[in-house]
């Protein structure tokens, strides 16, 4: 509706608020600038928070990790640690830059920010993908302000790598039709996951349970289609050509193959044929 409104009345000043509950989908200006005041809140506690919000024991950990690695050190020989290595090495060469000084946890945190903004983008996208854009960025706000994972984001942690790099796999996997790029993109950001953590274990069992439903509920619809569609080819075919065999125990054999074979059913999906 609002929409329709901008776009109606070409010649008159349109507030920003206007336009981006349009953008957004929503209900009225209000509604966008609720929104609006609720993400800058949001930005702001988080920067404030940076600032004043208690070290954890492990920011600690991670960080002496980080500075054996800097100092030639390599981990589980020379330093214990019961992380996977990925987080530790990405961020040596930040620690050797900044280099040793009382200060160096507040620095570590606000250089992990950025990536608390990917992890927003990404909610923002499989929500917008799978529902609307109302729905994507309500979903960014009302995550942003959950007490427990805002505190855990702001601390310098393996969680704030892990979290956008499952965040982008489910992102890559929503956004589109699965197609061998697509999967090997997925799979990329998966490998990195396991990298950061080796609770991606339990990420990696959700992507497949959820591939196995999502052939159960949609799959086969799909392929009852694909069938369809073919059967009515080749009659048409039939219609036109003589020669052609039209026996219609051919997509009989094949309707019974697909049902014995699930395998066929991914490859009608993946390869969409």
Known sequence: ????EARSTPGEPISLARRGAAYFEMSGPGEFIAAAVLFALMIAIRVVNITRYAF??????HLHVIWGWARGFVQYRDLFDNHMPLFHIMFAPIFGLIGDRASILYEMRFIVLPLYFVAAWCTYKIGTVLFSRRAGIWAVILAGLYTRYHFVSVEFRTDNLWAPLWLLCVTVLVSGSLTVRRALAAGLL????????????????SIALAAMATLFLVGTAKIGAILELSD??????CSFDNNYPCNSNDLLRVQRAVARFPILRVRFQFFGT
Not at 1 to 4: G, K, S, T
Not at 232 to 237: D, E, I, L, S, T
């Open 56 to 61: 954890d024991d492990d920011e600690s950990q």
């Open 232 to 237: 009515a080819v080749r009659r048409r075919v």
């Open 1 to 4: 509706m609002l929409a329709e």
């Open 190 to 205: 998966l490998g990195l996951c396991f990298g950061v953590s080796m609770k991606s274990t339990l990420f990696l069992y």
